[in-house]
């Protein structure tokens, strides 16, 4: 009997100890796959470095076997960053729904600033750029590819986002690949008037995010929605002051959109001043434009703080979206000179 109890005694022990190896290996594989999710997010939230828009059109070119020709570096611009939308590290990530991309959101927010401004560039390009006047038609890839970037950026199947717009990256490379050809010619008019149209869009897009950048410290504000027009009128009426603030949880996904947008904008602009030079020199313009990188390109440092800071004002904490509303609002003050420039005879 004794000897019966000392080999249960035995069996229970080997049992305690195969289980707390048991554990110990899972606890090792758990924490490897945490390990591995959390260098996999910090990995696909590095933003993709910037590139030569003269040296990456040429390079499309010469693989297309055409010529630089006006509007080619525009297109090939828009084309090289909606592309990187989709081949950067991780891919496109903002309809993703496993980890780590669904507990990621700088990035997913750094791709929608790039995204608005695909957009925004596809739309002029079908409605103003590449039309000679209002009258004339459509360029029939432009005409595909405009709203397949305007496809739901949050969907994840049945379609995905990404199937989609890589149809209107397939359309747009049509399109640039038509420029210089002379039998199924495509065009692309470097006029005044249409680069001008564009600009409006892109001071209204940064107009909206300088308030929403300096919205991260609440404020009041008189409300000036009507001033300036006695006659004007709105459907809702609103209180004469009003308090603005965005969300403690939104205060970086608005400072990495207002990053990716400026990523965009700074290869956009650079494309235009090699597309539109003549006539911005002939403006005497292209100055202003380079200003406007300028402002634009110190967006871009290094974030070296691990976390957006929402310092208050001039306290003791820094206020990183209050630095970025300043970089944006002097853009943007910047194109509205470069644009009234530009609509003078």
């Known amino acids: 009997m004794a000897l019966d109890g000392f080999k249960e005694r035995i069996r229970v022990g080997f049992e305690v100890a195969g289980s707390k190896v048991k554990s110990k290996i899972l606890l090792f594989f758990l924490a490897g796959i945490l390990v591995l999710i959390t260098a996999l997010g910090i990995y696909w939230s590095i933003e993709p470095d910037q590139f030569s828009v003269q040296g990456n059109a040429e390079k499309i070119a010469a693989y297309h076997g055409n010529e630089v020709v006006t509007g080619y570096t525009t297109t090939a611009t828009l084309y090289r960053i909606s592309n990187t939308l989709l081949t950067k590290p991780g891919g496109y990530l903002r309809n993703d729904i496993m980890p780590p991309s669904v507990f ?22 079908r409605k103003d750029f590449s039309r000679s006047q209002s009258q004339s038609k459509e360029d029939r890839d432009l005409a595909v590819a405009e709203p397949q970037f305007n496809f739901d950026a949050k969907s994840w199947m049945l379609p995905a986002s990404e199937k989609e717009y890589q149809r209107g990256i397939d359309k747009l490379e049509s399109y640039m690949k038509r420029l210089p050809n002379q039998q199924d010619p495509a065009q692309f008019y470097a006029r005044a008037d249409n680069l001008t149209r564009w600009l ?43 308090m603005v603030k965005t969300p403690w949880l939104e205060i970086d996904d608005v400072f990495y959109e207002a990053r990716g947008t400026s990523w965009a904008l700074i290869h956009l602009l650079r494309a235009i001043e090699i597309d539109f030079g003549d006539v911005l020199r002939k403006k005497n313009a292209l100055i202003s434009l380079k200003q406007i990188i300028r402002e634009l390109e110190a967006t871009q440092d290094t974030v070296w703080s691990p976390m957006i800071l ?18 944006i609002s002097r853009a943007n003050a910047a194109i509205i000179d470069l644009r009234r420039l530009l609509e003078k005879g």
Do not use: C, I
């Open 104 to 125: 990621m959101d700088n990035m997913p927010n750094w791709e929608l600033g790039v995204l608005v401004q695909v957009r925004d560039m596809a739309r002029a390009l």
């Open 200 to 242: 409006t869009d892109v001071e209204t897009r940064l107009g909206s995010l300088s308030q929403r950048l300096s919205a991260s410290v609440g404020k009041r504000r008189l409300n000036t929605d009507l001033a300036g027009d006695p006659e004007a009128s709105q459907s809702t009426d609103m209180d004469a002051v009003v």
């Open 310 to 327: 929402n310092g208050d004002g001039f306290g003791f904490l820094a206020n990183h979206s209050l630095v970025m509303a300043n970089y």
